[in-house]
DNA sequence: TTGTATGCGTTATCAG
DNA sequence: CTGATAACGCATACAA
């Protein structure tokens, strides 16, 4: 392979010196348009590319942003995703969106991306987050978590958040489903000793029925053994043919995510019953397919969009007004929609 | 914001030279078992993360391969990422995953990517494809474009290739629609004047009726304007929606995807018309939705999972082998579910 | 306005 | 086995 182009290279085919390349390049003003166009000119024709690793290295002041996403093919974060762009982009920063896997420790993928890319801030999205505070701390610049469960007891100083009370929210569309006469409700969760969302949601669901003095039947609870996706359809799938095979009694099925019901829903309607009269069913999270699966599904709609702003919104107080870290906690919002009905 | 910790701090502090420092890193073999581990010792309590872009700097012989996407958010390309990721880890190689905007040139993405990670290798997915080839021979390491529609007439000797046939595919379900007795076929379509992948279907439509001697119907086309999200859920309920306020005839819709499938069977159902009864509908791809979709969706299934390999297989086979270009073609699978009806 | 020289944090080459 | 030292490609303070 022929040895790659350099800034060098250009300055010698423009005869000029290799600042005034760069200067070309980053537009500087101690340039004339002359030189410059010139310059520019001769970069095109011979197809150079600044090398950014050489950028980056000598570079202090960085403009650029890194969003840290944990389970990229959750279409929950489709939707976010998008308004972290436009609004990084907005504030002319340089938009970085890092897929980290499950297994991978996000904060130690942050701190590499810190020093590699010379962040100015960091999003972590998705995932539960339980770290040492120490970790934590290692983090040099501002962050946010975003619809992350926070389950450790970290000093709330050291971190922003923004998110949903999961707990609440899980409470509010467990009480409809008691309005709506069911007292039987199953629960399609992901794995039990996760710390995780899925946690927040079942306690939320306990607090639902213990507050009306409804006894929870413990084998209504159906959770995943393969954690990694949890929250798919094909998993929600299998609960609920696991839970269809065996001999329990339900009205209702609560399933912890979107995803989740619509593949329950599968398992149902494959077995000849139907969708609200023999089962009620719910979701949670709001993405664009409950509403378009048939039948549309009740859920609690965490609103996105908003979340995604606000987090942006905090991460830039914090970089260029450095405001303290801020916790916003957005209302969900229940949308009933065809997939229950009351208990004649 | 206090300097960063360097590989030099960790020299000092361990009482050796800074390339025994940056051996026990690497674990290179020159070195004692002794010191490695003194030094490993102090970069832990030090919290020592090395610099990327200065070791990306230096090295020419990374192991590291990029998948550049376009359209993240595309549900078709999740399969996929879990596959290339499998792959290219098992290679032992790092695997990069980078996002690049709808209207953002991929090669450029991908020069500036080689330039910086020293990347050895790059899989394109997703988008069209139409760059000069002038372009493309800058790229000085093996790529592959997978799932892509190549419009532009470069020399095939200068890329390699994973796809299916679109037309013959997309020939294959009209066909079984017009076995099914349709004739007045509505096709839910992306930009009229894109050069993509929606262009190569509409023409295995068109090669379908022209063959079977149906005349073609303009009026029963519906191309999206805003291009950008053209193969979403949202925008085939759009676009069935139009239909549905004309009043063009037609018996079968043919969405070009499996999501606008899916926004259109909400178009439709919304208005009390059932599926397959009043109209039959089919889409293309084989996502998870079409499976779990109420109808079921009858549609054209990519083997997503065999064409990452196949992808990664290429790829390898061009980095370590030094093989000439292939280009790979799949079939598509033909499912039929409960979408579609037969005319009576 | 322009060019020269220095250093960013690593790895690799070469002596020791 | 270990330690200086020279690159890697670029941006910038400083000199011209």
Do not use: W
């Amino acid at each position: 392979m022929m040895k790659a182009i350099t800034i060098k290279d250009i300055a010698k085919k423009c005869g000029v010196g290799i600042s005034t390349v760069s200067r070309a390049i980053n537009n500087h003003p101690d340039i004339s348009e002359e030189t410059k166009n010139m310059v520019m000119e001769v970069i095109k024709e011979s197809n150079f590319i600044p090398n950014k690793s050489a950028r980056n290295l000598k570079l202090v002041d960085t403009k650029t942003i890194a969003v840290l996403i944990k389970g990229i093919d959750n279409p929950f974060f489709q939707n976010m995703i998008r308004v972290f762009e436009e609004e990084i982009q907005n504030k002319k920063y340089t938009f970085i969106l890092h897929r980290v896997d499950t297994n991978q420790d996000e904060v130690e993928v942050a701190l590499e991306l810190i020093k590699e890319k010379r962040l100015k801030g960091i999003v972590f999205l998705g995932g539960s987050f339980s770290h040492q505070q120490e970790k934590l701390q290692e983090i040099t610049v501002p962050f946010v978590l975003s619809t992350i469960a926070i389950t450790d007891n970290v000093d709330k100083n050291l971190y922003s958040s923004v998110s949903v009370n999961d707990i609440n929210e899980s409470k509010k569309i467990v009480d409809l489903l008691l309005e709506y006469g069911h007292t039987k409700i199953a629960v399609l969760a992901a794995d039990s000793s996760d710390m995780s969302i899925s946690q927040l949601r079942i306690q939320g669901y306990r607090k639902s029925l213990t507050d009306k003095e409804i006894s929870i039947n413990e084998n209504l609870f159906r959770y995943t053994c393969d954690n990694s996706n949890a929250f798919t359809m094909e998993n929600g799938y299998k609960l609920m043919k696991n839970l269809l095979d065996s001999n329990e009694e339900y009205t209702a099925i609560y399933a912890l995510s979107d995803s989740m019901a619509v593949g329950a829903c599968k398992a149902i309607l494959e077995t000849g019953k139907k969708i609200p009269q023999d089962y009620s069913i719910v979701g949670f999270d709001g993405i664009d397919i409950s509403y378009y699966y048939n039948p549309s599904i009740t859920t609690i709609r965490q609103p996105v969009e908003q979340m995604a702003k606000e987090t942006t919104k905090i991460l830039f107080d914090l970089i260029e007004n450095e405001t303290t870290n801020q916790h916003r906690v957005f209302e969900g919002e229940l949308i009933v929609r065809q997939s229950i009905s009351k208990i004649r």
